[in-house]
């Protein structure tokens, strides 16, 4: 599942509750897709698309949105333990973490002046039966 395919089908997608409690889902990809000698463009652009461009889109199209009904309130981009600390085998999954991080240090510093804050959480490993 690509960001691609996601994204543009959620940006026209009305967002009745900013304002109130409201959610913004994302997508991700998680797990490990191998040695970074042995990564092919299409793994790589899968993580990059979905994890990081995904949460772009994503994040945009609801900071448009709130902008437009002059509302402020929060985004919150979901990054994990790997936006700070890399492992073995997960080179493009790492990136795409650590980019989360920058990409709410540049979100929470253009939109402030409209009332907007932008936060990250961390989630560290979760034990679940692929990586058991």
Request: charged share 15%; proline share 7%.
């Amino acid at each position: 599942m690509s960001a691609a395919i996601i994204a543009p089908s959620m940006i026209n997608v009305p967002l009745p509750h900013i304002g109130s409690s409201n959610a913004q889902p994302s997508a991700a990809i998680a797990g490990q897709p191998g040695h970074f000698l042995e990564l092919t463009d299409e793994t790589w652009d899968d993580y990059i698309a979905t994890n990081l461009t995904g949460a772009f889109l994503l994040a945009r199209a609801a900071v448009r949105e709130m902008i437009a009904r002059e509302t402020p309130g929060r985004i919150i981009n979901i990054g994990s333990v790997n936006s700070f600390v890399a492992q073995a085998n997960a080179t493009p999954y790492v990136a795409s973490k650590g980019g989360i991080l920058m990409l709410t240090k540049g979100m929470a510093i253009d939109l402030a002046r409209y009332g907007i804050a932008v936060n990250m959480i961390a989630p560290g490993p979760i034990q679940v039966e692929r990586n058991s």
